[in-house]
């Protein structure tokens, strides 16, 4: 290893994680929070109702993140 530190490009990471979290967000949310809204019987099922998409959006841009991340150092050190 020749001490060089892998530039990312922090933008384009960033940019591709907060459209999948946002995909995942109102693809979960349009399916699950109607649904968990009719069958809600008081104001706990209903918290519940908006923090799952939320959640599933979240790891859904974590995923996207951590991926994005490791294919850009590697990409870059394929070039190398």
């Known amino acids: 290893m020749t001490g060089k530190r892998k530039k990312i490009d922090w933008g384009d990471v960033w940019d591709r994680t907060w459209k999948t979290f946002i995909q995942g967000f109102f693809g979960s949310g349009v399916v699950l929070t109607p649904a968990m809204i009719v069958n809600a019987k008081d104001a706990k099922d209903l918290w519940v109702s908006v923090i799952c998409p939320v959640l599933i959006g979240g ?4 995923i996207c993140a951590l991926w994005n991340t490791a294919r850009d150092y590697f990409s870059k050190k394929k070039e190398k």
């Not at 790891?59 to 974590?62: E, H, L, P, R, S």
């Open 59 to 62: 790891v859904a841009g974590g």
